[in-house]
């Protein structure tokens, strides 16, 4: 068994781990602070909607669907003078961030659109007729009762960041995508990419399950 793990040095692990989840926890949090105020704006601007308004609506409709449609390993790319601007390099947890960023909030949006879309309408016309302005009924009656679709969507968002986070070490950004591309790929070290991939799938699968319950839970209230 420890010939098996020859190449594995446990402290490069530990840190790559701790690296993956800075790099997962810090582009979340900004990701749900730029996509929750986005996709509500979508979802009020849209046809039919309390803030109907078309040309704003297709205007951040065309920006969405731009950046969503760039593919992640290119927009790490194009972005590297912009990420170099904002936080000083484009290396490290820090210079990841903003491309994870611009990559997700996007995807995160259109998850928040959908949810609020799946909110009864009837919530809607009877908080209007209580006299609800649009901020109350944001704030008091759509995002309430679409809590269980916006932590289905916040869930997903967290397992694609860890995808990008992996394919962010392709251009440095440390963490256990870039423990993979180095050793495991390059140097042709099976074990470190077995090591690194079993880390990765429990990720996921541990996100997965968490944001499975916290939607229950939420569900039966």
């Known amino acids: 068994m420890d010939s098996f793990f020859a190449n594995i040095d446990w402290a490069d692990i530990g840190q790559a781990t701790l690296d993956t989840l800075a790099m997962l926890g810090g582009s979340l949090a900004l990701t749900v602070a730029i996509g929750l105020p986005l996709g509500v704006l979508l979802f009020l601007t849209g046809p039919r909607q309390l803030l109907e308004q078309k040309a704003v609506?297709?205007?951040?409709?065309?920006?969405?669907?731009?950046?969503?449609?760039?593919p992640f390993i290119i927009l790490l790319i194009i972005m590297i003078p912009l990420t170099v601007l904002l936080v000083g390099t484009s290396l490290g947890v820090a210079g990841a961030i903003p491309p994870l960023v611009v990559g997700a909030a996007p995807f995160f949006a259109r998850l928040v659109e959908t949810a609020l879309r799946e909110v009864d309408r009837g919530v809607i016309e009877a908080s209007q007729a209580m006299g609800a302005t649009p901020r109350q009924i944001v704030f008091g009656a759509l995002l309430p009762e679409a809590l269980p679709g916006l932590i289905a969507g916040i869930t997903v968002t967290a397992i694609a960041l860890v995808s990008y986070t992996a394919m962010a070490g392709v251009v440095g950004a440390g963490g256990l995508g870039d423990l993979a591309i180095r050793f495991g790929y390059q140097r042709f070290q099976t074990d470190v990419m077995i090591v690194t991939v079993v880390l990765l799938l429990v990720l996921v699968q541990v996100l997965q399950m968490v944001g499975d319950r916290l939607v229950v839970r939420v569900s039966r209230r």
Do not use: E, W, Y
């Open 57 to 70: 609506n297709a205007v951040l409709s065309v920006i969405v669907n731009v950046l969503r449609a760039v």
